[in-house]
């Protein structure tokens, strides 16, 4: 005997080898056309949208414990922030306008000041 033959014989896992290697691909195979079938894409979408209906209750439910435990220790929510950040933004806008009209008014002054300098 040669030693290939030998080393093909001596194996005592080649056969378990080889039987799992043909299940691996026979459910490969089954598992790819699963995969790929209408019927399983519209089920996943069906289970998906389950869920997300799911999520969304949970996350409803969640926010409104978070909102009563936020007002309970005097912690203002979002929206209350978001409110005051607002308020804030057109505060600084009116600043900036006013700001702009007394930079206008003190060159107009200083304009008239040196006018009236000049006709001395």
């Known amino acids: 005997m040669s030693e290939k033959s030998k080393s093909e014989n001596s194996d005592p896992f080649a056969p ?8 691996m691909k026979s459910w490969a195979d ?5 995969a790929t079938s209408p019927i399983f894409a519209q089920s996943m979408g069906e289970q998906m949208q389950g869920f ?9 439910q969640m926010k409104t414990s978070m909102e009563q435990t936020l007002k309970q220790m005097n ?3 979002r929206e209350q922030i978001v409110g005051l950040a ?5 505060v600084e806008m009116r600043v900036d306008d ?8 003190l060159d107009l002054l ?8 000049s006709e001395q």
């Open 16 to 23: 378990i080898i080889q039987i799992s290697d043909l299940m």
């Open 30 to 34: 089954v598992l790819s056309q699963t």
């Open 52 to 60: 997300m209906e799911g999520t969304k209750l949970i996350r409803q």
């Open 75 to 77: 912690v203002p929510s």
């Open 86 to 90: 607002e308020r804030l933004t057109h």
């Open 98 to 105: 006013i700001e702009a009209k007394v930079d206008e008014s």
């Open 110 to 117: 200083r304009a008239i000041r040196k006018s009236m300098n």
